[in-house]
């Protein structure tokens, strides 16, 4: 049994995505299936040029009121700025929540009661990733006191173990293909739902096979 730990990510922003067309919006715009998330659940997707390369990627919340996407810090203005061109008459507000929420990685064998009064959902991407917390900056303490404090550096050894790619770390933004970035098979790709920015292209690589490189895992001496 591996003991559950957590640790606080402080490169982790968080846009939050809201208003009553805020579903329509983000479902024209990105690669996954918003509506598969329900409410306290999340997907994994990202944001593409026509060319279908990845802009951004994220972890993407549905939190009833309005979507919360799990993003790097340093890219949120940018991630912002992009949504935003797309807004047009759409009744939906794009709004930097960084200052509010604290992101944090939980793994390991973590029993479900330890996470009550946190939102809290299980990564998507991969299930060995544990569980993805938000909570209000400076109320971690409480839950931290219950379970093992790690490191932001010991999770990303732990997701490096794992084989998981990471965006701008892994590979370049806006010049790598979801294939290539292994979105496809971290279930960040829908290849059944409608139209989105860059599907075209996203869709031909999958049906002919066309993906000339991806991230893999290398171990040895």
């Known amino acids: 049994m591996t003991r559950p730990r957590i640790a606080v990510l402080p490169d982790r922003g968080v846009i939050e995505v809201s208003g009553e067309d805020s579903l329509e919006f983000l479902q024209g715009l ?19 040029s026509p060319q279908g390369k990845v802009l951004f990627d994220f972890l993407v919340y549905n939190a009833g009121s309005a979507y919360l996407l799990d993003c790097p810090a340093a890219l949120a203005p940018a991630i912002i ?15 930097d929540a960084s200052a509010r929420f604290a992101v944090a990685a939980i793994w390991g064998e973590v029993d479900a009661k330890a996470l009550t009064g946190a939102a809290a959902y299980c990564d998507p991407r991969y299930s060995p990733l544990g569980w993805r917390v938000f909570s209000p900056q400076g109320d971690l303490e409480s839950l931290a006191s219950r379970i093992e404090a790690a490191t932001e550096a010991d999770y990303r050894a732990y997701r490096i173990q794992l084989a998981i790619p990471e965006g701008g770390a892994d590979y370049v933004y806006g010049d790598t293909f979801p294939h290539e970035a292994c979105l496809d098979q971290l279930n960040g790709v829908d290849f059944k739902k409608g139209c989105y920015v860059g599907q075209e292209i996203v869709s031909r690589m999958e049906h002919r096979g066309t993906a000339r490189r991806r991230v893999v895992a290398v171990a040895g001496e």
């Open 30 to 48: 990105l690669t996954n299936d918003i509506a598969k998330a329900g409410a306290g659940e999340a997907i994994f997707a990202g944001l593409l």
């Open 81 to 95: 700025k992009r949504l935003s061109l797309y807004k047009l008459r759409s009744k939906v507000a794009v709004e």
